[in-house]
Protein backbone atom coordinates (compact mmCIF):
# COMPACT_ATOMS: atom_id res chain seq x y z
CA UNK A 1 0.00 0.00 0.00
CA UNK A 2 1.76 3.29 -1.01
CA UNK A 3 1.59 6.71 0.52
CA UNK A 4 -1.74 8.13 -0.81
CA UNK A 5 -3.67 4.99 -0.40
CA UNK A 6 -2.69 4.65 3.45
CA UNK A 7 -4.08 8.28 3.97
CA UNK A 8 -7.06 6.96 1.41
CA UNK A 9 -7.50 4.46 4.24
CA UNK A 10 -7.87 6.98 6.93
CA UNK A 11 -10.79 9.23 5.14
CA UNK A 12 -12.55 6.06 4.53
CA UNK A 13 -12.86 4.11 8.00
CA UNK A 14 -13.33 7.39 9.76
CA UNK A 15 -16.12 8.52 6.99
CA UNK A 16 -18.02 4.84 6.85
CA UNK A 17 -17.58 4.86 10.71
CA UNK A 18 -19.36 8.61 11.09
CA UNK A 19 -22.21 7.19 8.35
CA UNK A 20 -22.60 4.58 10.91
CA UNK A 21 -23.45 7.01 13.82
CA UNK A 22 -25.06 9.04 11.65
CA UNK A 23 -27.63 5.78 11.04
CA UNK A 24 -28.47 5.35 14.91
CA UNK A 25 -28.86 9.10 15.47
CA UNK A 26 -32.52 9.24 17.20
CA UNK A 27 -34.27 9.88 20.46
CA UNK A 28 -31.22 10.30 22.73
CA UNK A 29 -29.76 13.48 20.46
CA UNK A 30 -33.30 14.67 20.48
CA UNK A 31 -33.38 14.14 24.45
CA UNK A 32 -29.93 16.00 25.05
CA UNK A 33 -30.71 18.77 22.88
CA UNK A 34 -33.75 19.65 24.75
CA UNK A 35 -31.64 19.19 27.93
CA UNK A 36 -29.07 21.82 26.79
CA UNK A 37 -32.01 24.17 25.25
CA UNK A 38 -33.31 23.83 29.08
CA UNK A 39 -30.12 24.86 30.41
CA UNK A 40 -30.30 27.73 32.65
CA UNK A 41 -27.12 27.75 34.07
CA UNK A 42 -23.79 26.21 32.13
CA UNK A 43 -22.72 23.43 30.15
CA UNK A 44 -19.66 21.80 32.17
CA UNK A 45 -17.59 19.28 29.43
CA UNK A 46 -15.27 17.17 30.64
CA UNK A 47 -12.96 14.21 29.49
CA UNK A 48 -9.06 13.09 29.78
CA UNK A 49 -6.40 12.63 27.44
CA UNK A 50 -7.29 13.04 23.68
CA UNK A 51 -11.22 13.18 24.33
CA UNK A 52 -10.54 15.81 26.87
CA UNK A 53 -9.17 17.71 23.91
CA UNK A 54 -12.04 17.11 22.01
CA UNK A 55 -14.01 18.39 25.01
CA UNK A 56 -12.64 21.74 24.84
CA UNK A 57 -13.50 22.13 21.28
CA UNK A 58 -17.07 21.20 22.08
CA UNK A 59 -17.22 23.73 25.04
CA UNK A 60 -15.88 26.48 22.50
CA UNK A 61 -17.98 25.90 19.93
CA UNK A 62 -21.00 25.68 22.14
CA UNK A 63 -19.37 28.83 23.89
CA UNK A 64 -19.01 30.73 20.37
CA UNK A 65 -22.83 29.58 18.98
CA UNK A 66 -24.62 31.32 21.72
CA UNK A 67 -24.30 28.30 24.82
CA UNK A 68 -22.46 29.34 27.65
CA UNK A 69 -20.23 26.13 28.09
CA UNK A 70 -16.77 25.82 30.34
CA UNK A 71 -14.33 22.64 30.24
CA UNK A 72 -13.47 21.39 33.47
CA UNK A 73 -10.52 18.95 33.81
CA UNK A 74 -12.00 15.66 35.96
CA UNK A 75 -8.92 15.76 38.29
CA UNK A 76 -8.65 19.17 39.21
CA UNK A 77 -12.45 19.42 39.12
CA UNK A 78 -12.16 17.18 43.02
CA UNK A 79 -9.35 19.56 44.01
CA UNK A 80 -11.27 22.48 43.59
CA UNK A 81 -12.51 23.48 40.81
CA UNK A 82 -15.74 21.99 41.27
CA UNK A 83 -17.05 25.37 42.70
CA UNK A 84 -18.16 26.33 39.18
CA UNK A 85 -20.48 23.76 38.92
CA UNK A 86 -24.26 24.64 39.85
CA UNK A 87 -27.39 22.59 39.83
CA UNK A 88 -29.07 24.77 36.93
CA UNK A 89 -25.98 23.16 34.81
CA UNK A 90 -25.70 20.31 32.14
CA UNK A 91 -22.38 18.28 31.56
CA UNK A 92 -21.07 16.26 28.79
CA UNK A 93 -18.53 13.77 29.52
CA UNK A 94 -16.53 12.15 26.95
CA UNK A 95 -15.07 8.83 27.12
CA UNK A 96 -14.19 5.88 24.46
CA UNK A 97 -13.97 3.45 27.01
CA UNK A 98 -17.02 4.67 29.48
CA UNK A 99 -14.36 3.48 32.08
CA UNK A 100 -11.86 6.35 32.63
CA UNK A 101 -11.31 5.91 36.10
CA UNK A 102 -10.44 9.62 36.69
CA UNK A 103 -13.89 10.51 35.15
CA UNK A 104 -15.52 9.06 38.30
CA UNK A 105 -14.96 11.50 41.28
CA UNK A 106 -16.76 14.20 38.91
CA UNK A 107 -19.47 11.98 38.20
CA UNK A 108 -19.92 11.16 42.03
CA UNK A 109 -20.09 15.20 42.44
CA UNK A 110 -22.41 15.64 39.49
CA UNK A 111 -24.66 13.26 40.90
CA UNK A 112 -24.72 14.78 44.09
CA UNK A 113 -25.56 18.07 43.16
CA UNK A 114 -27.91 17.21 41.05
CA UNK A 115 -26.63 18.20 37.35
CA UNK A 116 -27.88 16.01 34.17
CA UNK A 117 -25.21 14.46 32.75
CA UNK A 118 -25.04 13.70 28.51
CA UNK A 119 -22.48 11.04 28.44
CA UNK A 120 -20.19 11.08 24.81
CA UNK A 121 -19.24 7.25 24.92
CA UNK A 122 -18.09 4.58 22.72
CA UNK A 123 -19.54 1.85 24.80
CA UNK A 124 -22.97 2.47 25.74
CA UNK A 125 -23.10 -0.47 28.26
CA UNK A 126 -20.55 0.93 30.42
CA UNK A 127 -20.45 2.36 33.84
CA UNK A 128 -20.23 6.05 32.50
CA UNK A 129 -22.89 5.30 30.48
CA UNK A 130 -25.36 3.03 32.89
CA UNK A 131 -24.90 6.74 35.24
CA UNK A 132 -25.66 8.93 32.58
CA UNK A 133 -29.06 10.70 31.99
CA UNK A 134 -28.56 10.61 28.18
CA UNK A 135 -26.18 8.21 26.20
CA UNK A 136 -25.02 9.18 22.98
CA UNK A 137 -23.08 6.44 21.40
CA UNK A 138 -20.09 7.05 19.52
CA UNK A 139 -19.44 3.25 19.12
CA UNK A 140 -16.64 2.62 16.21
CA UNK A 141 -15.53 -0.78 14.83
CA UNK A 142 -11.46 0.26 15.26
CA UNK A 143 -9.15 3.01 14.74
CA UNK A 144 -7.78 4.33 12.21
CA UNK A 145 -4.14 3.26 13.19
CA UNK A 146 -2.97 0.51 12.01
CA UNK A 147 -2.22 -0.81 15.47
CA UNK A 148 -6.10 -0.16 16.28
CA UNK A 149 -4.35 1.69 19.74
CA UNK A 150 -4.42 5.86 18.65
CA UNK A 151 -7.56 7.70 19.10
CA UNK A 152 -8.54 8.60 15.72
CA UNK A 153 -11.84 6.97 14.37
CA UNK A 154 -13.05 7.71 17.98
CA UNK A 155 -11.97 10.80 18.31
CA UNK A 156 -13.39 12.01 15.06
CA UNK A 157 -16.65 10.51 15.97
CA UNK A 158 -16.87 12.44 19.51
CA UNK A 159 -15.70 15.73 17.81
CA UNK A 160 -18.66 15.15 15.05
CA UNK A 161 -21.32 14.37 17.53
CA UNK A 162 -20.22 17.56 19.66
CA UNK A 163 -20.60 19.41 16.38
CA UNK A 164 -23.83 17.92 15.71
CA UNK A 165 -25.27 19.05 19.28
CA UNK A 166 -23.58 22.87 18.97
CA UNK A 167 -25.21 23.38 15.32
CA UNK A 168 -28.77 21.53 16.14
CA UNK A 169 -28.80 23.31 19.70
CA UNK A 170 -28.11 26.82 17.51
CA UNK A 171 -30.97 26.21 15.38
CA UNK A 172 -33.55 25.23 18.27
CA UNK A 173 -32.55 28.52 19.94
CA UNK A 174 -33.04 30.62 16.59
CA UNK A 175 -29.45 32.15 17.10
CA UNK A 176 -28.59 33.82 14.07
CA UNK A 177 -26.29 35.43 12.37
CA UNK A 178 -26.17 38.65 14.02
CA UNK A 179 -25.86 36.99 17.59
CA UNK A 180 -23.02 34.90 16.21
CA UNK A 181 -21.15 38.19 14.88
CA UNK A 182 -21.94 39.69 18.75
CA UNK A 183 -19.69 37.06 19.73
CA UNK A 184 -16.91 37.88 17.59
CA UNK A 185 -16.33 41.14 16.82
CA UNK A 186 -12.78 40.34 16.13
CA UNK A 187 -10.75 39.63 13.24
CA UNK A 188 -12.25 39.63 10.10
CA UNK A 189 -14.79 37.03 10.47
CA UNK A 190 -16.20 39.64 13.19
CA UNK A 191 -15.47 42.58 10.28
CA UNK A 192 -17.18 40.37 7.56
CA UNK A 193 -20.55 39.82 9.60
CA UNK A 194 -20.99 43.25 11.79
CA UNK A 195 -20.46 45.37 8.75
CA UNK A 196 -23.59 47.10 7.19
CA UNK A 197 -24.95 48.36 4.28
CA UNK A 198 -24.20 52.03 6.01
CA UNK A 199 -21.07 51.72 7.15
CA UNK A 200 -20.07 52.10 3.55
CA UNK A 201 -22.56 53.21 1.39
CA UNK A 202 -21.97 56.33 -0.83
CA UNK A 203 -24.64 59.38 0.37
CA UNK A 204 -23.06 62.25 -1.49
CA UNK A 205 -23.66 63.48 -4.90
CA UNK A 206 -25.78 60.74 -5.19
CA UNK A 207 -26.35 59.71 -9.16
CA UNK A 208 -30.34 60.49 -9.22
CA UNK A 209 -33.04 61.18 -12.00
CA UNK A 210 -36.22 62.47 -12.50
CA UNK A 211 -38.73 60.41 -14.97
CA UNK A 212 -38.38 62.08 -18.46
CA UNK A 213 -35.11 62.72 -18.04
CA UNK A 214 -32.94 61.91 -21.21
CA UNK A 215 -30.15 59.45 -21.45
CA UNK A 216 -27.55 62.25 -22.33
CA UNK A 217 -28.17 63.21 -18.71
CA UNK A 218 -27.59 59.96 -17.30
CA UNK A 219 -24.17 59.07 -19.43
CA UNK A 220 -22.91 61.74 -16.97
CA UNK A 221 -23.36 60.04 -14.16
CA UNK A 222 -22.70 56.65 -15.26
CA UNK A 223 -19.46 58.12 -16.05
CA UNK A 224 -19.11 59.94 -13.14
CA UNK A 225 -20.68 57.56 -10.44
CA UNK A 226 -19.41 54.02 -10.75
CA UNK A 227 -21.98 52.83 -13.65
CA UNK A 228 -25.41 52.75 -12.16
CA UNK A 229 -28.04 55.53 -11.71
CA UNK A 230 -31.44 55.82 -9.59
CA UNK A 231 -34.60 56.81 -11.47
CA UNK A 232 -36.48 57.99 -8.40
CA UNK A 233 -40.06 60.19 -7.56
CA UNK A 234 -40.41 63.69 -5.94
CA UNK A 235 -40.14 61.65 -2.45
CA UNK A 236 -36.66 60.23 -3.19
CA UNK A 237 -38.37 56.45 -3.85
CA UNK A 238 -37.13 54.03 -6.25
CA UNK A 239 -38.73 53.53 -9.56
CA UNK A 240 -35.77 52.42 -11.64
CA UNK A 241 -32.03 52.36 -12.12
CA UNK A 242 -30.35 52.71 -15.08
CA UNK A 243 -26.50 50.89 -15.82
CA UNK A 244 -23.72 50.82 -18.16
CA UNK A 245 -24.74 47.62 -19.07
CA UNK A 246 -28.02 49.22 -20.06
CA UNK A 247 -26.25 52.16 -22.05
CA UNK A 248 -24.05 49.67 -23.74
CA UNK A 249 -27.30 47.18 -24.78
CA UNK A 250 -29.15 50.66 -26.15
CA UNK A 251 -26.13 51.98 -28.52
CA UNK A 252 -26.03 48.40 -29.95
CA UNK A 253 -29.86 48.91 -31.13
CA UNK A 254 -30.14 53.00 -31.24
CA UNK A 255 -28.03 55.06 -33.06
CA UNK A 256 -29.29 58.53 -31.08
CA UNK A 257 -28.85 57.14 -27.84
CA UNK A 258 -29.09 60.61 -26.62
CA UNK A 259 -32.47 61.83 -26.90
CA UNK A 260 -34.35 58.67 -25.54
CA UNK A 261 -35.73 58.89 -22.03
CA UNK A 262 -34.37 56.82 -19.53
CA UNK A 263 -38.12 55.85 -18.50
CA UNK A 264 -37.80 53.62 -21.41
CA UNK A 265 -34.69 52.38 -20.70
CA UNK A 266 -34.33 51.90 -17.13
CA UNK A 267 -34.93 48.61 -15.33
CA UNK A 268 -38.16 49.13 -13.32
CA UNK A 269 -37.67 46.31 -10.88
CA UNK A 270 -34.16 47.05 -9.34
CA UNK A 271 -32.31 45.23 -6.54
CA UNK A 272 -32.29 47.33 -3.72
CA UNK A 273 -30.01 46.60 -0.64
CA UNK A 274 -31.53 48.70 3.17
CA UNK A 275 -29.45 50.94 4.74
CA UNK A 276 -29.79 48.61 8.12
CA UNK A 277 -28.65 45.25 6.53
CA UNK A 278 -25.75 43.12 7.23
CA UNK A 279 -23.31 43.80 4.01
CA UNK A 280 -22.53 39.92 3.36
CA UNK A 281 -26.32 39.63 2.90
CA UNK A 282 -26.30 42.37 0.14
CA UNK A 283 -22.96 40.99 -1.46
CA UNK A 284 -24.46 37.32 -1.38
CA UNK A 285 -27.30 39.22 -3.89
CA UNK A 286 -24.91 41.04 -5.89
CA UNK A 287 -22.88 37.85 -6.74
CA UNK A 288 -26.21 35.82 -7.26
CA UNK A 289 -27.64 38.37 -9.54
CA UNK A 290 -24.49 40.21 -11.61
CA UNK A 291 -24.82 43.88 -9.80
CA UNK A 292 -22.11 45.90 -9.40
CA UNK A 293 -23.96 48.73 -7.13
CA UNK A 294 -27.91 48.74 -5.70
CA UNK A 295 -29.74 51.79 -4.27
CA UNK A 296 -29.86 51.91 -0.79
CA UNK A 297 -33.33 52.40 0.47
CA UNK A 298 -34.00 53.70 4.71
CA UNK A 299 -37.41 52.62 6.66
CA UNK A 300 -39.52 54.84 4.28
CA UNK A 301 -38.58 53.44 0.89
CA UNK A 302 -36.42 56.88 -0.06
CA UNK A 303 -32.99 56.36 -1.39
CA UNK A 304 -30.06 57.53 1.14
CA UNK A 305 -26.93 56.01 -0.54
CA UNK A 306 -25.50 53.79 -3.24
CA UNK A 307 -23.51 51.09 -2.53
CA UNK A 308 -21.20 49.56 -4.21
CA UNK A 309 -19.39 45.98 -4.57
CA UNK A 310 -15.80 46.78 -4.34
CA UNK A 311 -16.62 48.81 -1.77
CA UNK A 312 -17.98 46.24 0.54
CA UNK A 313 -14.92 43.69 -0.82
CA UNK A 314 -12.83 46.48 0.24
CA UNK A 315 -14.18 46.29 3.71
CA UNK A 316 -13.97 43.00 3.68
CA UNK A 317 -16.93 41.22 3.34
CA UNK A 318 -16.35 38.18 0.60
Partial sequence: ????????????????????????????????????????????????????????????????????????????????????????????????????????????????????????????????????????????????????????????????????????LLERKGFRREDFARLHPGGSLGKRLLTRVCDVMVTDALPMLKPGSSMREAVVLLAKRRGTVAVVDESQRVLGVVTAGDLTRLMERDGDVFAVLVDHVMNAQPKTARADELGSAVVFRMEKFGIMAMPVLDGDDRMVGMVHLHDLMRAGIS
Avoid: N, Y
Avoid at 68 to 81: I, K, N, R, T, W
Avoid at 117 to 127: C, E, N, T
Avoid at 139 to 145: L, P
Fill in 1 to 168: MDIVDRGRRVFRMEREALEQIEQGLGAPFEAAIELLAACTGRVIVAGVGKSGLIGRKIAATLTSTGTPAMFLHPVESVHGDLGIVGPSDVAILLSKSGATEELFPLLEQLRRLGVSIIAIVGAHDSLLGRQADVVLDTWVREEACPHDLAPTTSTTAALTMGDALAVT
